[in-house]
């Protein structure tokens, strides 16, 4: 049975990202779109998001003491480095935004209303930091259509094409 998290046509990413401008072009590019789900998944995988639930495997809960690291599988650890490593690039300024977004799936509105801010300015700081984020993954010159898909070849420059 496979789990599902959540609705991708309901996120608020999904909404900048289908939403068009007035000359027709997406708000979101393909790369911001792609960078924002990229830490959504590492977030998910980390298991960073907080238990709502009540636990009921009986087991009892290991002190606090430095058990967290045990608790967790390698992947996750592994998705935690990258997320910390994602908003370190973002900087503190955007971070927070782009994982209240991103990974909280919180509405811009949302979002605007418990930090004070003017409307629609967390429209503008999250493209910005998503395109951060994007050239963080590298993302930023990449996909935005079938005929830039290309394989990547890892060989010297001198040698000749095949």
């Not at 782009?98 to 930090?115: A, I, P, S």
């Not at 060989?155 to 094409?161: C, E, G, I, L, N």
């Amino acid at each position: 049975m496979a789990q599902v998290d959540f609705n991708a046509e309901e996120t608020p990413l999904t909404r900048l990202a289908t939403r068009r401008g007035a000359g027709g072009e997406p708000f979101l590019s393909t790369a911001e779109a792609m960078a924002g789900e990229k830490i959504r998944v590492d977030f998910t995988r980390g298991q960073m998001a907080p238990a709502i639930g009540q636990r009921w495997d009986g087991m009892p809960r290991a002190p606090r003491r430095g058990a967290l690291a045990h608790e967790l599988s390698d992947t996750a650890i592994d998705a935690r480095r990258r997320v910390a490593q994602a908003c370190d690039a973002i900087g503190p300024e955007l971070s927070g935004l782009v994982l209240d977004v991103c990974c909280f799936l919180k509405g811009l509105e949302t979002v605007e209303k418990e930090r004070r801010w003017p409307a629609r300015s967390a429209k503008l700081l999250l493209k910005t930091g998503l395109a951060m984020l994007a050239r963080h993954y590298g993302f930023d010159g990449a996909v935005s259509s079938q005929k830039e898909r290309r394989m990547r070849h890892w060989r010297a420059p001198d040698t000749a094409k095949a």
